[in-house]
């Protein structure tokens, strides 16, 4: 007589087992975060709230870790403790942000030598370059018309919140800025995408500059014969497959790092330091959902993208680079999962890349939004014309800007002494700039892959190739 089948219940039971640890956390956390709201800072019902807090944390992480078994949820559970660490043990997360330092370290040496063989294999081997010169076009005026979108969003979000309007500067700031970079030409930012040393380059971490070699070097490559160029293929072939498997081992570091950064960030501002300016930052996110729902979401329908897909692909990157604040953090990640998703690798080599200097949504859209809040905290309304000039600065200034946290506070000086404002009230943003830099640059990596998407769909090349065997090796691992 057959024996009955109990492995058929284990589906029902894994399930069951998943929504049980994750509601019995969701609760007690919720229950002891309202615990610490109304308990003093010392008794026995603080000690309470304490003990439920790092419980509720300890099931969030086991759901995560051993139920799940998948890197996204992780990431996530580990943001909520690394705001229980920076909320009642500030001193143990300044001190424990190495962590994050040496994540976004090996992430660094990383994004050039990936970028530089990704893009010099995809061109070269594409083998038609009038074909790169169409993706080239393509991805130029998809950026350019997204970025713009992004900009005249902020603007009219920050006209009509009037958020800096009666916001009083702390004295202990005045004055308090004595340099200011000088405006950026675009002569300037046409020089400096030029490299003038690649090694130089790399170690300064200017992709856009690395790009640029690497483009002319795939076109140098791609008119060689190709039995003299095949061996120099085969070899960037082998460099890119082996950054992969080095991504697959740095990204195991990913939920610490994360941990890390939230609670340093946590520990830093605090939680009372936010309310003066509790009203940008809702305005901010408010935005930004606006342009993910009504800007985002229409184009990846028109462009016939997988949205269920899509989503589960782009979760992970995304959340690295909210937790971060730093582009660079998931650019490899991104790689890998909008392969997966079906972009081929030629077409990332080119769209992404180009993408984190030309296609910075959330960047941008912060940009207006600062702006225009420097100018209502200083008095100084600006006038249409002054707002369409700054639309033009702003399209040249954000382009270049750097995947690293609070990168973009240089291009608003830059703008703040090319339109004549004073640059004190920059000072105030620094507050919640960690906060609000997690939002725009989890919007510039969601925008980058869906760019990579739109664009290989309009090539007729989506879901066209098979994603390579490293990539694939490591969505089992993460995902199982």
Not at 159 to 172: C, E, T, W, Y
Request: hydrophobic share 55%.
């Amino acid at each position: 007589m057959a024996m009955p089948d109990l492995n058929q219940e284990r589906p029902v039971a894994a399930a069951q087992k998943q929504w049980i640890s994750l509601g019995a956390a969701g609760v007690l956390l919720a229950a002891a975060f309202t615990v610490r709201v109304v308990s003093g800072p010392s008794g026995s019902l603080h000690t309470a709230g304490l003990l439920g807090r790092a419980l509720g944390c300890a099931l969030l992480l086991y759901w995560a870790g051993w139920v799940r078994r998948s890197l996204t949820p992780l990431i996530l559970a580990a943001m909520v403790a690394g705001i229980e660490i920076g909320l009642d043990a500030p001193n143990v997360a300044v001190g424990a942000h190495f962590v994050s330092d040496i994540f976004l370290r090996l992430v660094k040496t990383i994004v050039a030598p990936l970028i530089l063989v990704t893009l010099i294999s995809g061109i070269a081997g594409h083998g038609d370059l009038k074909g790169v010169g169409r993706m080239g076009w393509k991805s130029l005026v998809y950026f350019e018309a997204l970025t713009t979108i992004a900009l005249v969003l902020g603007l009219v979000a920050a006209n009509l919140s009037h958020a800096g309007a009666g916001l009083k500067m702390p004295p202990d700031l005045a004055g308090s800025l004595t340099t200011v970079p000088p405006p950026l030409h675009w002569q300037d930012f046409l020089v400096h995408t030029v490299p003038e040393n690649l090694a130089k380059s790399i170690a300064e971490g200017q992709v856009l500059q690395v790009a640029v070699f690497a483009i002319l070097f795939g076109i140098a490559l791609a008119l060689v014969p190709r039995e003299k160029a095949e061996p120099l293929l085969r070899l960037t072939h082998s460099i890119s497959e082996t950054m992969f498997r080095f991504t697959n081992i740095v990204m195991y570091l990913a939920p610490l790092a994360v941990a890390s950064a939230i609670a340093f960030t946590v520990a830093k501002l605090g939680p009372g330091v936010l309310l003066h300016l509790g009203k940008l930052l809702a305005v901010f996110y408010v935005t930004v959902a606006v342009f993910v729902l009504a800007v985002l979401l229409p184009v990846a329908l028109l462009a016939r993208v997988p949205l269920r897909r899509f989503v589960r692909h782009v979760s992970a990157p995304a959340a690295i680079a909210f937790a971060t604040a730093a582009s660079e953090a998931a650019l490899p990640r991104a790689m890998e999962e909008m392969e997966l998703l079906g972009v081929p690798r030629r077409v990332l080599a080119f769209v992404i890349p180009a993408g984190y200097s030309f296609n910075l949504d959330g960047s941008t859209l912060y940009l207006a939004m600062a702006t225009v809040f420097v100018a209502q905290v200083a008095g100084l309304p600006l006038s249409l014309g002054t707002q369409v000039f700054m639309v033009g600065t702003l399209m040249l200034a954000s382009k270049g800007v750097a995947g690293v946290p609070r990168a973009v506070l240089v291009v608003l000086l830059a703008t703040a002494s090319t339109l004549r404002l004073p640059s004190e009230p920059i000072l105030i943003l620094l507050g919640i700039d960690a906060l609000m830099d997690m939002g725009r640059t989890s919007v510039n990596v969601i925008g980058n892959c869906l760019a990579s998407a739109v664009v290989a769909r309009w090539e007729g090349v989506f879901g066209s190739e098979t994603p390579s065997s490293s990539v694939r090796d490591e969505d089992r691992m993460l995902s199982h």
